[in-house]
């Protein structure tokens, strides 16, 4: 599985923790940035990763801001991403098995590592459960075509 990973400098800590802990877990990681604590601005990670995911690059993508909340608004402006900002592992699961969630957000002033980390495996193992939810996944993206 490959996933793209990135953060402003609020959230460089928690990515870069983030980050080592999915490939430890053997994930394929391809890592946009930034690379230091200099102030930058989230959307332009947010686009990066977003693009990714939904031109098929990236099976997924995990960013993280200070709160976010930004990077979760910066991505789902790219068509074919939904982004979700997630602050426990019951919101992972459900964002994936309900929304079939893309983009995990997390919050670097707010999350310990090992809730991150958790919160991360679990959206990774959790599987989209199709059904009535694919329905409204497909509402989702029809609002999305109509712009």
């Not at 599985?1 to 490939?23: Q, T």
């Not at 074919?80 to 964002?95: H, Y």
């Not at 959206?123 to 497909?138: I, K, M, P, S, Y």
């Amino acid at each position: 599985m490959r996933l793209y990973v990135g953060s402003d400098h609020a959230g460089f800590a928690l990515k870069e923790h983030v980050r080592e802990h999915l490939e430890h877990e053997g994930y394929e990681v391809v890592d946009v940035g930034t690379h230091t604590e200099e102030s930058v601005d989230y959307p332009d990670f947010a686009r990066q990763v977003g693009e990714a995911v939904a031109a098929g690059d990236a099976d997924y993508g995990v960013l993280v801001c200070g709160s976010g909340l930004g990077m979760a608004i910066a991505a789902n402006k790219v068509d074919g991403v939904r982004a979700v900002q997630v602050m426990d592992t019951e919101m992972a699961k459900m964002s994936r098995m309900h929304n079939d969630a893309n983009i995990v957000t997390l919050a670097g002033r707010y999350t310990e590592p090992e809730i991150a980390d958790a919160i991360v495996d679990t959206f990774l193992a959790t599987a989209f459960e199709g059904g009535r939810h694919q329905n409204r996944v497909d509402k989702i993206a029809a609002i999305e075509h109509e712009g």
